[in-house]
């Protein structure tokens, strides 16, 4: 007989679905992540300025972003499971168009393929979890998600700085192409939308009820806190993982290629730590959820003005510090869909988690964009390249989008305190 509710679920089971569901995220932040420390062969390899690199990134993040209310669409609709087939498929093609092109242009639309891919992965796995885990473990699932899905990460610091350099640019990238196939495989074999149902279909919507949907969703106080809370916490983590942390550690502040790598791995590691912690210490206490995010990252931004602030190189333990300080705020991102969870209907909960999701990766996309800007107005884009004074002033960009990200998380927060109350 099969299980029709997660409570007769075998925890095996269960956790194996979750698992595969995991990997394919985790794939997808490996794709997204593999070109931070690639960057320096991208600008050798196409001859890039700093906005061009940047623009990889950019145009990753504004199709990811795009895509979610989409993919949270689709996912209602026809479930998470063919959802996410379909965007590993896509996902595998864009990185091996990314590892065989020559031209910059067909790289920027190989980084376009992937975020297309890439976008369904997350709201898939956030959405599996409340049909496959009982309510209690929601809580503890949702924030490992987030840090056992860096591992895709970690994989593509040092890891991919050691490939890049022994195997070379088009071996590396077809790889992880590849890889992709065997996620494909688990996710037909082992992964369902449900317990009693391989394949779960919701119902039709017409572009008015589609609208209407979006609208009711975006206008329950829990959606909006969900949103700045990830706005908010996810975007400093972004910025060195994605793309500016590898040439801030090298350039700016004078470290190896192999120790730049090594710092950012112990970044991604401390994310895959900190996570679980985060959803044990938190799960089902909204206003600690709140009160510990924000902590969190307004300790990071400590850190980071600390680092800026050295006359000099940092020492070493600072930026161990600050890479540490950086993996314990970004689980923290996660606490945004426990958020919007607490107050919205499960029908509609792909949506939610999507409009959740565009926060942090709109904040992740203005940080990125701005810090190159900032290298080229400041003339860091030269022949000679970005000097380490170049670099702390661009990375002081973190600062304005913490301060309108702690503001609207605190009006939202006093939100949905008053609706409780009432």
């Not at 001859?47 to 996912?75: E, K, R």
């Not at 074999?189 to 919507?205: Q, Y």
């Not at 895959?272 to 902590?295: C, D, E, F, I, K």
Request: net charge positive.
């Amino acid at each position: 007989m099969v299980a029709g509710t997660p409570q007769d679920v075998a925890p095996s089971r269960a956790l194996a679905v979750w698992g595969v569901a995991v990997a394919a995220y985790a794939l997808g932040v490996f794709h997204r992540s593999s070109l931070a420390v690639a960057g320096l062969h991208a600008t050798e390899r196409f001859g890039l300025t700093g906005s061009q690199l940047a623009s990889f990134v950019v145009l990753q993040l504004v199709v990811y972003a795009a895509a979610q209310v989409p993919m949270g669409i689709l996912v209602d609709r026809v479930g998470p499971r063919r959802v996410l087939l379909g965007g590993v498929l896509v996902m595998s093609v864009g990185q091996a168009v990314f590892a065989l092109a020559d031209s910059y242009a067909g790289v920027l639309a190989a980084r376009a393929v992937v975020a297309l891919g890439e976008a369904a992965s997350l709201v898939c796995v956030l959405r599996l979890i409340p049909a496959w885990f009982p309510s209690v473990r929601v809580p503890l699932l949702t924030q490992a998600t987030g840090p056992v899905g860096q591992l895709g990460a970690v994989a593509a610091t040092a890891p991919t700085v050691w490939s890049l350099r022994h195997l070379g640019w088009e071996a590396t990238y077809l790889t992880s192409a590849v890889a992709g196939l065997a996620v494909v495989v688990a996710l037909v074999v082992v992964v369902g939308d449900e317990p009693a149902r391989r394949v779960r279909t919701g119902t039709p919507l017409a572009w008015a009820g589609i609208r209407r949907s979006i609208r009711e969703s975006w206008a329950r106080p829990g959606t909006r806190l969900g949103f700045w809370l990830h706005f908010t916490h996810h975007f400093s983590p972004s910025v060195l993982g994605l793309l500016w942390g590898y040439p801030f550690l090298v350039i700016g502040q004078g470290l190896s290629e192999e120790v730049a790598g090594l710092l950012l791995s112990l970044m991604m590691l401390t994310i895959v730590v900190a996570g679980p912690v985060t959803g044990w210490w938190t799960g089902g206490r909204p206003s600690l959820q709140v009160t510990y995010a924000v902590g969190c990252t307004g300790g990071l931004a400590a850190v980071w003005a600390a680092v800026l602030a050295w006359p000099g190189d940092a020492p070493i333990g600072l930026l161990v510090g600050l890479m540490v300080a950086a993996g314990v705020a970004g689980p923290c991102a996660l606490l945004g869909f426990e958020a919007a969870r607490w107050r919205s209907p499960s029908s509609t909960l792909g949506l939610t988690n999507a409009l959740v999701n565009c926060g942090g990766f709109l904040a992740s996309l203005l940080a990125v964009l701005a810090v190159g800007v900032v290298l080229d107005v400041s003339g860091g884009s030269g022949p000679d390249g970005p000097t380490a004074l170049h670099l702390d002033v661009a990375m002081t960009v973190q600062f304005v989008l913490w301060g309108l990200g702690f503001v609207q998380v605190r009006r939202q927060w006093r939100r949905c305190s008053v609706g409780a109350a009432s």
